[in-house]
T-cell receptor, first 108, second 114 residues
Framework: KNEVEQSPQNLTAQEGEFITINCSYS?????LHWLQQHPGGGIVSLFMLSSGKKKHGRLIATINIQEKHSSLHITASHPRDSAVYICAAVNTGNQFYFGTGTSLTVIP | KAGVTQTPRYLIKTRGQQVTLSCSPI?????VSWYQQTPGQGLQFLFEYFSETQRNKGNFPGRFSGRQFSNSRSEMNVSTLELGDSALYLCASSRDSPRNTEAFFGQGTRLTVV
């Protein structure tokens, strides 16, 4: 069993829809990162969370430490949001545990 | 400010050879982490360096090694390459630690072993 589980694995949405990607983890963590990876491989860090909620533009990330769960929300989705979204939990030893990723396709 | 730079971007090697990959972090960042990404296993943590010291290591064989220099640049070495080592190798830098500061990723080095 993976230490970090993401759902769904694949997601197709119409432009403008509200999207939620979920991440559950079983390890004790110091922080959780949400990453975005476009075709070609480059990874961009979207959020780093240790508690509560963060918002950047149309993206919102939340984390519930007690429930060991985090969500990434995209409001008013756009085709340029099409990418793989990966959650990564970091333990106190700076070791990353990665989810398998959610492949998002937003159709115009 | 310049981002994380990885060189080379692409590399083709033969089984049994060794390879060295380089990662230059963002100026002022002292933590560099390395990751392997394959279609089958996804992203996996290799190791993390901070101020020239390896702070943590993932579950990879001893053929995978690394080091960090005084200017925070890091190298990763894989000896006796196997076909299964074909992957995208990514590094990320953080100012202090990825558990309390944001991680910035390089574009990766795509290694093909033939």
């Amino acid at each position: 069993k993976n230490e970090v589980e993401q759902s769904p694995q694949n997601l197709t949405a119409q432009e403008g829809e509200f999207i939620t990607i979920n991440c559950s983890y079983s390890v004790g963590i110091s922080a959780l990162h949400w990453l975005q990876q476009h075709p070609g491989g480059g990874i961009v860090s979207l959020f780093m969370l240790s508690s509560g909620k963060k918002k950047h533009g149309r993206l919102i990330a939340t984390i519930n430490i007690q429930e060991k769960h985090s969500s990434l929300h995209i409001t008013a989705s756009h085709p340029r949001d099409s990418a793989v979204y990966i959650c990564a939990a970091v333990n106190t030893g700076n070791q990353f545990y990665f989810g398998t990723g959610t492949s998002l396709t937003v159709i115009p | 400010k310049a981002g994380v730079t990885q060189t080379p971007r692409y590399l083709i090697k033969t089984r049994g050879q060794q390879v060295t990959l380089s990662c230059s972090p963002i100026s002022g960042h002292r933590s560099v982490s390395w990751y392997q990404q394959t279609p089958g296993q996804g992203l996996q943590f290799l190791f993390e360096y901070f101020s020239e010291t390896q702070r943590n290591k993932g579950n990879f064989p001893g053929r995978f090694s690394g080091r960090q220099f005084s200017n925070s640049r890091s190298e990763m070495n894989v000896s006796t390459l196997e076909l299964g080592d074909s992957a995208l190798y990514l590094c990320a830098s953080s100012r202090d630690s990825p558990r309390n500061t944001e991680a910035f990723f390089g574009q990766g080095t795509r290694l093909t072993v033939v």
